[in-house]
């Protein structure tokens, strides 16, 4: 019954997402605008795509304290990214783990706290960039002291994982194999959360989303040739972000598209330019990592479908 209940909720959500995209489209208006893109910086942002994958390999490696290689670290990121895009609610991330025990023997339980570990430092910069971003729209104190409650909370979650109390909420949990699972993950946390090993963390963090940054600011203002300001630049990216992290369709369709022709829309683009921006911004986003994958897959003999089944269980 539930199953059916939320089908029905994704079905409603995607239809009207569909209906506010192509609401008033003129198709004819599309490929001129399309047209007009530089190819030059359209490729310079494609490869700042493969610069930002590099880096996630990066933090991944150094939040592996190196147990994991720089080539394993990039193969499970774009494997993870091809994943996400034809895989629904954020699938990729979970085969990413699959990807590196089955090739590298690396245990699901590190991979797994290594996954969280990355979450919780992309969910805190992105909050202090959204937080930044809304001050900047709205020039309202009381959405920016709201901004600042949810990322202290994230933070007070951040260090309460790493405390001794959630190591004796674990005994609190039914089943004895559960418990074991969760204190091999809490003393993994302990490991990856040292110190030293959270300012490295920090750093490639920042690194990441500055990047991500770089790339879609180049895309607005190079490539589709928007004649916007920094600050506008800065809050259509941190939207585009925003909606693109939404798992309502594989790789953030509909919402990415929607949250990119809402903003850009308010900043006086046309709705078919934002919309072929959108649309080409996300090819951008996923095309590299899948040509990698797809490649990967053939020379390492694998296919999507074991990854799925072992997903599944």
Known sequence: MKKTVFLFIKIILVVSLGYYIFHDIDMARLLPALQAYSWFWLFIAMASVILSDL??????????????????????????????????????EVAKLFYLRKLYGIKLSHGFSLMLTERFFDVLVLGILVVISAQIYWQNATIQISGWIVIS?????????????????????????????LIRLYHHFQIVLAKDSILLLTFWSVLLWFSY?????????????????LSQLFIASMVSFVAFSIPLLPAGSGTFQAGVILILTQ?????????IGSIVLQLIMILPSTVISLVLLQKKELSLKEFMRENNE
């Open 55 to 92: 880096i996630l390999a990066l933090r991944w490696r150094s939040l592996s304290q190196n147990s994991c290689s720089l080539t394993a670290s990039f193969e499970s990121i774009v494997f993870s990214v091809f994943a996400n895009s034809v895989l629904p609610a954020k699938l990729g």
């Open 153 to 181: 909370m994230i933070v007070l979650l951040f260090f309460l994982v790493k405390s001794t109390l959630s190591r004796k909420l674990i005994h609190w949990f039914p089943t004895a194999k559960l418990r074991r699972w």
């Open 213 to 229: 940054l770089f790339t879609t600011m180049l895309f607005f203002y190079a490539v589709m040739g928007l004649e916007l300001s």
């Open 267 to 275: 900043y006086g683009v046309g709705k078919e330019e934002a919309l």
